[in-house]
């Protein structure tokens, strides 16, 4: 049998190490010359009177340089498990720091010692945003290798084989190209396996399943479909390969949850997955509410020149209103005026069934788009291909009713199409952008459309909401999928 020798993720995380060594080392360096103007060796400690220690701001930027790398080692920032693709890897990276400033604190008021708190803070700001512009950077270069073969996690799938077929479509059309299904396994007694890029099949024994996973660099076995009957079987597969570098894992009969939303549980000696619910509460929102208001005053402050102009052209071009305003549906079902540039001719709404009849619904049966619709104004098409339209929004989340990312505010009509699932939408507050306009805008059929809002609610977060505002910069910028 052929040895297949793929480049290891090992290899990756052990890449990524180094660049963390690098990007925290050189921003240190950074942060120190710009702090202070200057640079010299490393001076003695100083006794400040018989209750204060000074320490020289070299000293302090190494101790917390080696506290930073043991930091995000600690907390697993490089686990093979989620580095290149989950996001637990960046929530991770901002607990380390976190943790390395509050280590930091502690020692300075404990044993009373004066650092620069310009400095560390400083330190700490740019060093976090430095760590994750570098990890993000590192996953677009893993994503480039893997379309070319290299950094996948090789997969075996073991259950009933209608399932493991469906099993192995996702896995291959997975959006990262993170897995590479091997071959699938069925049966009981006698185990099938069934090499899935030759479709070449063989019967064996399970003592031997570990040799053969290991034949192939298999670095994980998922099983698919739980029953009273199969859950002998899963328990004897995981002993098979205990103690092997091979991870097990068990597919949930729940599908389309969170990570973060499952922990296991143990009742009456049985272990289980625990899924919390969808709550827009608690601190995690607290924060999301006042960074929306503080985005918000600041973006308003920043575009007040462009919505004025764009006031002054809407009012000169035909006299009509400057703003457009409508009933839509808010979070837990409340109404809300939203308020944007109006981009269309007065009366337009008066023309919408008649338009609707007479061209049909362009992207879906739902909502009502069309590429060239003839209501919009010249002005109008301008500030929708750049989305000038939607500024006026920001004064929607200072009011509360909206958020700054959320799924797309909905009319009535739009909601009473929903169906059980898509009324999880109303769980968050509408955003002004969201997964929707960084997956594909007008381009994405209804059911795309609410997957991605979906996916939002189940995640949503601070550090979710600031990656879906840098992507929405970048695509409003390139224009795409606006009209």
Same mark, same amino acid.
């Given at each position: 049998?052929?040895?297949?020798?793929?480049?290891?993720?090992? /290899?990756? /995380?052990? /890449?990524?190490?180094?660049?963390?060594?690098?990007?925290?080392?050189?921003?240190?360096?950074?942060?120190?010359?710009?702090?202070?103007?200057?640079?010299?060796?490393?001076?003695?400690?100083?006794?400040?009177?018989?209750?204060?220690?000074?320490?020289?701001?070299?000293?302090?930027?190494?101790?917390?340089?080696?506290?930073?790398?043991?930091?995000?080692?600690?907390?697993?920032?490089?686990?093979?498990?989620?580095?290149?693709?989950?996001?637990?890897?960046?929530?991770?990276?901002?607990?380390?720091?976190?943790?390395?400033?509050?280590?930091?604190?502690?020692?300075?008021?404990?044993?009373?010692?004066?650092?620069?708190?310009?400095?560390?803070?400083?330190?700490?700001?740019?060093?976090?945003?430095?760590?994750?512009?570098?990890?993000?950077?590192?996953?677009?270069?893993?994503?480039?290798?893997?379309?070319?073969?290299?950094?996948?996690?090789?997969?075996?799938?073991?259950?009933?084989?209608?399932?493991?077929?469906?099993?192995?479509?996702?896995?291959?059309?997975?959006?990262?190209?993170?897995?590479?299904?091997?071959?699938?396994?069925?049966?009981?007694?006698?185990?099938?396996?069934?090499?899935?890029?030759?479709?070449?099949?063989?019967?064996?024994?399970?003592?031997?399943?570990?040799?053969?996973?290991? %034949?192939?660099?298999?670095?994980?076995?998922?099983?698919?479909?739980?029953?009273?009957?199969?859950?002998?079987?899963?328990?004897?597969?995981?002993?098979?390969?205990?103690?092997?570098?091979?991870?097990?894992?068990?597919?949930? %009969?729940?599908?389309?949850?969170?990570?973060?939303?499952?922990?296991?549980?143990?009742?009456?000696?049985?272990?289980?997955?625990?899924?919390?619910?969808?709550?827009?509460?608690?601190?995690?929102?607290?924060?999301?509410?006042?960074?929306?208001?503080?985005?918000?005053?600041?973006?308003?402050?920043?575009?007040?020149?462009?919505?004025?102009?764009?006031?002054? %052209?809407?009012?000169?071009?035909?006299?009509?209103?400057?703003?457009?305003?409508?009933?839509?549906?808010?979070?837990?079902?409340?109404?809300?005026?939203?308020?944007?540039?109006?981009?269309?001719?007065?009366? /337009?709404?008066?023309?919408?069934?008649?338009?609707?009849?007479?061209?049909?619904?362009?992207?879906?049966?739902?909502?009502?788009?069309?590429?060239?619709?003839?209501?919009?104004?010249?002005?109008?098409?301008?500030?929708?291909?750049?989305?000038?339209?939607?500024?006026?929004?920001?004064?929607?989340?200072?009011?509360?009713?909206?958020?700054?990312?959320?799924?797309?505010?909905?009319?009535?009509?739009?909601?009473?199409?929903?169906?059980?699932? %898509?009324?999880?939408?109303?769980?968050?507050?509408?955003?002004?952008?969201?997964?929707?306009?960084?997956?594909?805008?007008?381009?994405?059929?209804?059911?795309?459309?609410?997957?991605?809002?979906?996916?939002?609610?189940?995640?949503?977060?601070?550090?979710?909401?600031?990656?879906?505002?840098?992507?929405?910069?970048?695509?409003?910028?390139?224009?795409?999928?606006?009209?």
């Amino acid at each position: 049998m052929k040895q297949i020798k793929p480049t290891s993720m090992r /290899a990756y /995380a052990a /890449a990524v190490g180094l660049l963390d060594f690098i990007v925290l080392t050189v921003t240190t360096l950074i942060t120190y010359v710009l702090t202070y103007q200057t640079f010299r060796l490393l001076d003695p400690i100083e006794a400040s009177g018989t209750l204060r220690i000074e320490i020289d701001p070299q000293a302090v930027g190494l101790t917390m340089l080696g506290t930073w790398l043991i930091a995000l080692a600690v907390f697993k920032t490089r686990d093979t498990k989620v580095i290149g693709s989950d996001f637990l890897e960046y929530r991770r990276i901002v607990n380390a720091s976190l943790t390395v400033l509050g280590l930091l604190a502690f020692n300075s008021l404990f044993f009373k010692v004066d650092v620069s708190r310009v400095f560390v803070t400083s330190l700490i700001v740019f060093g976090l945003l430095a760590l994750l512009l570098e990890r993000r950077i590192a996953r677009a270069w893993l994503k480039r290798q893997r379309l070319q073969g290299r950094f996948k996690k090789r997969i075996v799938v073991y259950g009933p084989e209608e399932l493991t077929v469906e099993s192995v479509e996702r896995l291959s059309n997975n959006k990262d190209h993170e897995f590479e299904p091997v071959f699938t396994i069925s049966g009981t007694k006698q185990l099938k396996l069934k090499m899935i890029a030759t479709g070449e099949e063989k019967e064996f024994e399970l003592q031997d399943l570990p040799e053969i996973c290991k %034949a192939h660099n298999v670095e994980l076995l998922k099983v698919v479909g739980s029953s009273a009957t199969s859950a002998d079987m899963h328990k004897r597969l995981y002993w098979a390969l205990d103690g092997h570098d091979i991870s097990f894992v068990v597919s949930p %009969a729940i599908t389309g949850v969170s990570s973060s939303k499952l922990t296991t549980r143990v009742i009456a000696g049985t272990p289980l997955l625990e899924i919390s619910s969808t709550k827009f509460s608690g601190p995690q929102y607290a924060i999301k509410t006042v960074f929306d208001f503080v985005f918000s005053l600041v973006a308003l402050i920043l575009v007040s020149p462009i919505m004025l102009v764009t006031a002054i %052209a809407i009012r000169l071009h035909d006299g009509g209103p400057v703003f457009f305003k409508q009933t839509r549906v808010g979070v837990r079902g409340q109404d809300f005026q939203i308020l944007k540039f109006r981009s269309m001719k007065v009366g /337009a709404e008066k023309e919408f069934e008649q338009l609707a009849e007479q061209v049909g619904y362009e992207i879906n049966a739902v909502q009502f788009k069309l590429k060239d619709d003839p209501r919009v104004t010249s002005i109008g098409k301008f500030i929708r291909k750049t989305s000038i339209d939607e500024l006026p929004q920001f004064i929607n989340v200072l009011k509360g009713d909206m958020s700054v990312v959320g799924p797309r505010p909905h009319v009535h009509k739009e909601v009473e199409a929903y169906d059980d699932h %898509a009324v999880r939408r109303l769980l968050v507050k509408p955003g002004i952008t969201g997964p929707w306009q960084v997956g594909g805008r007008s381009e994405l059929t209804w059911e795309e459309s609410v997957s991605l809002d979906l996916n939002y609610v189940e995640q949503w977060g601070l550090l979710v909401d600031i990656s879906i505002i840098l992507k929405t910069a970048i695509v409003v910028f390139a224009r795409s999928g606006s009209y």
